[in-house]
């Protein structure tokens, strides 16, 4: 590697001098990765390992009640862990490799051909990193995604079905939307290959670091499952408060610091957007949590401690996909309305509609991905300081013609085709594993928590 990198360097050198180089060979991007850039992805990598242990796990399992806590760890560490060994083996080569507009093809199962001498493009010309590098970066979205949408029927589901679920979900639904909204030939590759895209990316659809791919997509899956699942045992009835709001706040925190490597990573550089998606993301989940604090001051005449761990989350989740694309002050406005619809969903909606979404998965992280996604489409144009879109079909990459009112239409339609997508595939899903092999424990076991039959301990001992 070593060799190559030294042999390549005074090609390179010479090159940039002349200009950057048109759909480079493997020995000239050796020269033209950083190894600031390759860095940054490791360290993003790991905060957004840590958002899903032990970030997500804390704020989930401090929800629920007691009984259950063990069960949501363990669903979480679990799916964790298979999503990873999934993603490696045909995760990767289905989402990031050139096949059709909607998924990849198959070139790269169990990671064949990637090594420390392949790259991955950037988003600038003549800048690669380490393929590895964005094999793990991507796994930990793969890992994160799933996750999720457990919190929309906690305490009530089997664990056995939970993991053969997620095992299918991922590769019929998470790798073809994250096809669909981030394969792509390259900066280099793109102007000769220009058709070389998934489906929404050649749209024209802007989603920075998921609010699509991860949020919408998460989101729609965990109503489809509380639907079919059916509703807790005493929801209404009984009173269901979460058993340790510490641990919440732990968690939610956790979440924040992680989120940095979510939404900054995701610019694959360490340069100045990355310090845009940084400072974007800070700044709206701020504004979230003083909003959802303020509305319930105005509402409840107190603001609570999960009100405002709840504003932060629906923050994050709305700037994931303008992060790298806003600019600060309207990041802060997004913050603001994403916190305003989403307190309207997880109270109002949820009340008049009656479903059972346990930990608020629909209201914050569909609604809040809905909001971003849709907002993006807004916050990115350069009239309001945002940073616009390059034109990669021309070499070098250019800034392209900024249409507000178009990009907001196609901000609406990849929303439509991931809540689409999500929710058709989930309900097949979810019923075939209802009807099959069964989705709910008995009501003896639910009543009694599902931590000793499910697993045969408890989280506390005393």
Not at 9 to 27: L, R, S
Not at 193 to 218: E, K, R, S
Not at 431 to 452: C, H, M, N, S, W
Request: net charge negative; glycine share 10%.
């Amino acid at each position: 590697m070593a060799e190559q990198v030294a042999e390549a360097a005074p090609a390179v050198a010479e090159a940039v001098a002349e200009g950057p180089i048109k759909a480079p060979t493997v020995e000239q991007m050796a020269g033209m990765v950083d190894k600031g850039d390759t860095t940054w992805m490791l360290i993003s990598s790991v905060l957004v390992l840590m958002m899903s242990i032990p970030g997500l796990a804390l704020f989930y399992g401090g929800l629920v009640r007691t009984k259950n806590m063990l069960s949501v760890l363990m669903q979480v560490l679990t799916i964790v862990s298979v999503a990873a060994l999934v993603w490696v083996s045909w995760g990767y080569t289905m989402a990031f490799t050139s096949g059709s507009p909607f998924v990849g093809g198959f070139d790269k199962m169990f990671l064949a051909g990637v090594d420390g001498t392949t790259f991955a493009a950037t988003f600038s010309n003549n800048v690669y990193i380490p393929e590895l590098a964005f094999v793990i970066f991507q796994m930990t979205f793969a890992c994160i995604t799933p996750a999720l949408i457990v919190g929309a029927f906690a305490e009530r589901i089997k664990f056995t079905p939970l993991i053969i679920f997620t095992v299918l979900w991922l590769t019929l639904c998470y790798f073809p939307v994250a096809h669909m909204v981030w394969y792509w030939a390259g900066p280099d590759f793109l102007p000769d290959a220009p058709t070389d895209t998934g489906f929404l990316w050649g749209m024209g659809a802007l989603d920075f670091a998921g609010g699509t791919v991860v949020h919408i997509n998460a989101g729609i899956a965990g109503l489809v499952g509380c639907l079919v699942i059916g509703k807790r045992l005493g929801y209404k009835t009984e009173n269901m408060p979460p058993h340790s709001l510490v641990m919440t706040m732990i968690g939610a925190s956790l979440l924040w610091v992680g989120w940095f490597g979510f939404n900054a990573g995701s610019n694959l550089e360490a340069n100045g957007v990355t310090a845009v998606a940084f400072i974007n993301t800070f700044v709206a989940t701020a504004a979230a949590t003083v909003a959802w604090a303020v509305i319930e001051q105005i509402v409840h005449k107190k603001p609570s401690l999960l009100g405002a761990a709840t504003g932060a989350v629906a923050g994050l989740v709305a700037i994931t996909p303008a992060s790298g694309l806003a600019a600060p002050m309207t990041s802060i406005l997004l913050g603001f309305a994403a916190s305003i619809v989403c307190f309207f969903f997880v109270t109002t909606v949820k009340n008049k509609m009656g479903y059972d979404d346990s930990l608020d998965v629909f209201g914050v992280h569909c609604i809040g991905g809905i909001v971003g996604a849709i907002g993006t489409g807004i916050v990115a144009d350069p009239a309001l300081g945002g940073q616009g879109f390059f034109d990669y079909t021309v070499f070098p990459a250019a800034v392209g013609e900024y249409d507000m009112a178009a990009q907001v239409i196609t901000q609406i339609k990849a929303v439509g085709i991931t809540i689409l997508w999500s929710g058709v595939v989930s309900a097949i899903l979810f019923y075939a594993l209802k009807f099959t092999i069964g989705l709910r424990p008995t009501e003896e076991v639910e009543q009694a928590g599902l931590d000793i039959a499910e697993h045969g301990e408890r989280a506390y001992n005393y």
